[in-house]
């Protein structure tokens, strides 16, 4: 497979799954050709809502349809999604309406537009409210398997999604499970738990570490609410040393959620790799490299942290 | 006749909202008596419901976007048969379903989470819309508070729903109305911040709107009646209502959005809701034991 935005994917499988449910309906905030649905919106035009921009209403429109038995996507960036943070608080999360929310255009690496338009906090807050539950596919087969998820899922969901082509990460057998991650390559020394865009550069500097003798478990944290605690632990008792590494701010994502399980049950030595401060405008790859999440500066972070 | 009824059955309303209200000992009972004559008018003179099967698809639905008025509609759902009276003064207590502002998951009946301001009406447009496009023919009736709509989301959904699923899935099932009382929690809605020209306002954003007395079942029924018998869009109908109405010394003061009477205040507004003199007052308890009853027991909380 060649590498492909999940917000592609995505398009692609809405597509594919309104064909089979006529309960599935978009709704869009006038961004629905870079949230692509907008084939979805082309085929069905009659499941295919644009309020127009006014995220809070759509937000509030989509808990109410999913109310009456509708599956509704709602789709904006991820910052203008976690900007109307109340709506989603009281109209999805405490109404437990059966919305499925939609962030495209996650982290700096959409680069060059600047940090208004990055969702980097996005996590820390929806990971905040009870019911709703947060994925975060690594590549186009995964995202295809969370979209069909999704849609059976009984409850609010949040999906976090790249405006950025992703490469292939897991293997064709692969099966998303809800509340369960994936080791996408064995290891002893340190466990290095990825979602998302960094995800295959956690890959690379995993090879880079183990030609210098360090061997890194890889995990595909695609679900960051629930964590898989299960594997969380087995993993960070047998290397006892964890990395994360996402593409959002260090305060509170799947960093944050890991330490506070770890450091109720296990406490371990933890790093965090993500976001400092805001983002800024830039290439994408410079962008990761400044903020250490390439694959140098992900084998930088883990060879300082292990003292190697 | 049917007014008369309905005019009987929000008194019995008012009555427990004061004594719910005088149990919890905190709430909202100026936005709570504006609002029940509507909310006594959708329930017992018009919606399609069925107490004993809350999530029956076919059910009309009432959002009241203004939840701080929700001892209003725990009232009626309770008259409705959704719940036992003598649930109602848990009220606010820890453990019980009657949250102090809407919880859609706690109690069977409600239909939204509301009380964060400015959110209802957006649930209800998706709700009208869910209908239309699964072909049921239920109606939504959305509730607003007037200070309410200060809240800027509720403008994004006012822009919205005469466009909504136009033209095969019109909003022609749902009706908003506004809660018109005057007072906010800080003042008065003109001092605070003015929504006037309000109706001016929703006409310019597409909407058929009409005026009524909030208070008037007739005119609440054939408002209700002129709003299903629009098609095309929805209809906004703004009710003019008396903050407090109904107990003269909460009427139109705002210190009386948001604090609960005392029991002997509450027992004192319940005797002017059933329209009975001081004088006569002891001699009318002997004749009506469901009020000696509430009567009794807010006396004991009284003492407490």
């Given at each position: 497979?060649?590498?492909k935005?999940?917000r592609?994917?995505?398009?692609e499988a809405?597509?594919?799954?309104?064909?089979?449910?006529?309960r599935i309906?978009?709704?869009?905030?006038?961004?629905s050709?870079?949230t692509?649905?907008?084939?979805f919106?082309?085929?069905?035009?009659?499941?295919?809502?644009?309020?127009?921009?006014?995220?809070?209403?759509?937000i509030?429109?989509?808990?109410?349809m999913?109310?009456?038995g509708?599956?509704?996507?709602?789709?904006?960036?991820?910052?203008?999604?976690?900007?109307?943070?109340?709506?989603?608080?009281?109209s999805?999360?405490?109404?437990?309406?059966?919305?499925?929310?939609?962030?495209?255009?996650?982290?700096?690496?959409?680069?060059?537009?600047?940090y208004?338009q990055?969702?980097?906090e996005d996590?820390?807050c929806?990971?905040?409210?009870?019911?709703?539950?947060?994925i975060?596919?690594a590549d186009?087969?995964?995202?295809?398997?969370?979209?069909?998820?999704a849609?059976?899922?009984?409850g609010?969901?949040y999906?976090?999604?790249?405006?950025?082509?992703?490469?292939?990460?897991?293997?064709?057998?692969?099966?998303?499970?809800?509340?369960?991650?994936?080791?996408l390559r064995?290891?002893h020394?340190?466990?290095?738990i990825g979602?998302?865009?960094?995800?295959f550069?956690?890959?690379?500097?995993?090879k880079?570490?183990?030609?210098?003798g360090?061997?890194?478990?890889v995990?595909?944290?695609?679900?960051?609410?629930?964590?898989?605690?299960?594997?969380?632990v087995?993993?960070?008792?047998?290397?006892?040393?964890v990395v994360?590494?996402?593409?959002h701010t260090?305060?509170?994502?799947?960093?944050?959620?890991?330490a506070?399980?770890l450091?109720d049950v296990l406490?371990t030595?933890?790093?965090?790799?993500?976001?400092?401060?805001?983002g800024?405008?830039?290439?994408?790859?410079?962008?990761?490299a400044?903020?250490?999440?390439?694959?140098?500066?992900i084998t930088?972070?883990v060879k300082?942290?292990?003292?190697r | 006749?049917?007014?008369v009824?309905l005019?009987?059955?929000?008194?019995?309303?008012?009555?427990?909202?004061?004594?719910?209200?005088?149990?919890a000992?905190?709430?909202?009972p100026?936005?709570?008596l504006?609002?029940?004559?509507?909310?006594?008018?959708?329930?017992?003179?018009?919606?399609?419901?069925d107490?004993?099967?809350?999530?029956?698809?076919?059910?009309?639905?009432?959002?009241l976007?203004?939840?701080?008025?929700?001892?209003?509609?725990?009232?009626?759902?309770?008259?409705?048969?959704?719940f036992?009276?003598?649930?109602?003064i848990t009220?606010?207590?820890?453990?019980?379903p009657l949250?102090g502002?809407?919880d859609?998951?706690?109690?069977p009946?409600?239909?939204?989470?509301?009380g964060?301001l400015?959110?209802?009406?957006?649930?209800?447009?998706?709700?009208a819309?869910?209908?239309?496009?699964?072909?049921?023919?239920?109606?939504?009736?959305?509730i607003?508070g007037?200070?309410?709509?200060?809240?800027?989301?509720?403008?994004?959904?006012?822009?919205s729903?005469?466009?909504?699923?136009q033209?095969?899935h019109a909003l022609?099932?749902?009706?908003v109305?506004?809660?018109?009382?005057?007072i906010?929690?800080?003042?008065?809605v003109?001092?605070?911040?003015d929504?006037?020209p309000?109706?001016?306002?929703?006409?310019?954003f597409?909407?058929?709107v009409?005026?009524?007395?909030?208070?008037d079942?007739?005119?609440?029924?054939?408002?209700?009646d002129?709003?299903?018998?629009?098609?095309?869009?929805?209809?906004?109908?703004?009710?003019h209502t008396?903050k407090?109405?109904?107990?003269?010394?909460?009427?139109?003061d705002?210190?009386?959005?948001?604090?609960?009477?005392?029991?002997?205040?509450?027992?004192?507004?319940?005797r002017?809701?059933?329209?009975?003199?001081e004088s006569?007052?002891?001699?009318?308890l002997?004749?009506?034991?469901?009020?000696?009853?509430?009567?009794?027991?807010?006396?004991?909380?009284e003492?407490?």
């Open positions: 497979m060649p590498a935005a999940s592609a994917a995505f398009g809405l597509l594919d799954l309104g064909a089979r449910d006529e309906v978009t709704l869009d905030a006038d961004l050709k870079s692509m649905t907008v084939n919106a082309k085929k069905y035009p009659q499941r295919a809502f644009n309020l127009g921009i006014a995220e809070s209403n759509m509030g429109v989509g808990a109410g999913a109310l009456t509708r599956i509704p996507f709602a789709c904006s960036f991820a910052c203008f999604i976690v900007g109307r943070f109340e709506t989603i608080r009281i999805v999360a405490y109404t437990n309406a059966n919305l499925k929310i939609v962030g495209t255009h996650s982290g700096i690496a959409i680069g060059e537009d600047g208004s990055m969702g980097i996590i820390a929806i990971r905040s409210l009870p019911n709703i539950g947060i975060q596919p186009e087969l995964e995202t295809k398997q969370v979209i069909a998820y849609v059976e899922h009984q609010p969901l999906l976090r999604l790249t405006r950025q082509n992703l490469e292939p990460v897991c293997p064709p057998d692969y099966r998303f499970q809800y509340g369960r991650w994936l080791a064995p290891g020394d340190v466990t290095l979602t998302g865009g960094p995800l550069n956690c890959l690379e500097a995993a880079q570490l183990e030609a210098d360090i061997s890194a478990e995990i595909n944290a695609a679900c960051i609410k629930p964590l898989d605690e299960e594997m969380l087995q993993s960070a008792g047998r290397t006892g040393h994360t590494v996402e593409d260090v305060a509170g994502g799947l960093g944050g959620a890991v506070e399980f450091g406490p030595p933890m790093k965090r790799l993500g976001v400092h401060g805001f800024e405008s830039g290439d994408a790859k410079g962008l990761y400044k903020h250490g999440l390439d694959p140098a500066g930088a972070s300082k942290f292990l003292n | 006749m049917g007014e009824r005019e009987s059955i929000a008194r019995e309303c008012r009555v427990q909202i004061l004594r719910m209200l005088a149990h000992g905190s709430g909202h100026g936005g709570s504006s609002v029940i004559d509507i909310l006594t008018t959708l329930y017992f003179g018009r919606l399609k419901f107490p004993k099967r809350p999530d029956w698809p076919e059910r009309d639905r009432v959002v976007s203004k939840g701080h008025a929700v001892p209003a509609l725990y009232a009626v759902l309770a008259r409705a048969g959704y036992p009276e003598k649930q109602l009220l606010r207590k820890l453990g019980s949250q502002h809407p859609r998951t706690a109690l009946g409600m239909e939204a989470a509301t964060s400015g959110q209802g009406l957006s649930i209800s447009l998706g709700l819309l869910g209908l239309k496009l699964a072909n049921v023919k239920s109606r939504v009736y959305c607003l007037d200070g309410e709509i200060q809240e800027g989301q509720v403008w994004e959904a006012a822009m729903a005469p466009k909504l699923g033209p095969q022609d099932n749902l009706a109305i506004l809660d018109y009382n005057q906010q929690l800080d003042n008065f003109k001092k605070v911040l929504i006037e309000v109706i001016a306002k929703w006409q310019s597409g909407w058929p009409i005026e009524i007395d909030g208070h079942i007739a005119q609440i029924t054939k408002a209700l002129q709003a299903e018998a629009t098609t095309g869009g929805p209809t906004f109908i703004v009710a008396v407090g109405k109904g107990v003269s010394f909460m009427e139109n705002p210190e009386w959005h948001g604090k609960a009477p005392k029991p002997a205040e509450a027992i004192k507004a319940i002017e809701v059933l329209g009975v003199t006569a007052w002891e001699d009318y002997k004749t009506d034991s469901a009020t000696r009853a509430i009567v009794d027991e807010l006396s004991a909380l003492k407490k």
